[in-house]
């Protein structure tokens, strides 16, 4: 009687190796393509920076401490890098505020989408979606088209009677943030859409039976259902505004710079392979830390919901 539950214990163990056996290529493959460059500017980070662009193969941390620290070209002492640091802290504030923006103009448009009939909502969708088919140059150059001096916003405003002479709008951060926040709108949409259309709006209707006023349907109703949507699209956005480099260089003038661009500029200008390493390992550690902050958030919000 034994015999039958251990023969298939067995075929189904054997199965499961096969399936494994099956996926290994795969497994291979996308392992090296996502460790094998990471580990090896991982490996850049701690070695000397060469004359040319390139890298000696002798260990240093200098690289690491000159993300957040600047050694004296006198006396060797160490003092803090105030333009890394400065540069960290816009990037984190400009991607803060696109992340905001994103979601105060995204959630209105998303409502509009789920609120439309049934037959609508994929032309809708389509619409949102038509900006993906565009390069990002190609949609950095259109923000920079609006708001030059001589742009359509300026046009608009002198021709109102508004202005006298055109106001500098570009190579400025609100320029830059403009930028992403036109760029990676539909990145917020897109999940907020998918969590609206999942919302039961007889909660709404009841919600307004009961005498609860439209900003309490919004924050005790609506939010905490549609919450896994906002927070997954805050960090689709966050994360690459980050490490944003073409928005920047083209509305910033290269005098605002990002973290995207210092990196840029130590591989390219400034020749300095090791710091450029570093800068990116650090990127990318700002970037965990804030996708363990996600992970933890969301882990919490579904204990408290059951």
């Not at 105060?104 to 049934?118: D, K, L, M, Y």
Request: zero cysteines; aromatic letters at 10%.
């Amino acid at each position: 009687m034994s015999a039958a539950p251990d023969l298939i214990t067995l075929n189904h163990r054997r199965d499961i190796r096969n399936r494994w056996l099956l996926s290994l290529p795969a497994l291979l493959i996308i392992l090296l393509a996502a460790t094998g460059p990471l580990l090896i500017v991982l490996i850049y980070s701690f070695l000397t920076p060469g004359d040319y662009g390139d890298v000696k193969w002798l260990f240093s941390t200098d690289a690491w401490v000159n993300v957040l620290f600047q050694r004296d070209i006198f006396d060797d002492t160490l003092s803090l890098a105030d333009a890394h640091i400065s540069i960290f802290l816009r990037s984190i504030n400009l991607s803060v505020m696109t992340t905001i923006a994103t979601v105060v103009f995204g959630f209105p448009t998303a409502w509009f989408i789920a609120t439309r009939p049934a037959r609508t909502r994929e032309l809708w969708l389509f619409l949102i979606t038509i900006p993906f088919w565009t390069n990002i140059l190609i949609r950095t150059f259109a923000m920079l088209e609006v708001i030059r001096n001589e742009g359509l916003v300026n046009m608009l405003l002198i021709k109102a009677g508004i202005i006298n002479a055109p106001i500098q709008m570009l190579f400025t951060d609100g320029a830059v943030l403009a930028g992403m926040v036109y760029v990676y709108l539909p990145m917020m949409v897109l999940p907020v859409y998918a969590s609206l259309e999942k919302l039961d709006f007889r909660l709404v209707e009841a919600a307004y039976d009961l005498y609860a006023t439209p900003f309490r349907v919004l924050t005790k109703v609506i939010l905490p259902i549609v919450k896994p949507g906002v927070v997954a699209g805050s960090i689709l956005v966050f994360i690459p505004s980050l490490g944003a480099y073409v928005s920047p260089s083209i509305l910033g003038g290269g005098k605002n710079l990002m973290i995207g661009n210092l990196i840029g500029l130590q591989f390219g200008q400034g020749r300095n392979w090791p710091l450029g390493s570093a800068l990116s390992i650090s990127l990318m550690i700002v970037v965990m830390i804030a996708l363990l902050a996600y992970v933890r958030y969301a882990g919490k919000g579904a204990n408290a919901h059951g």
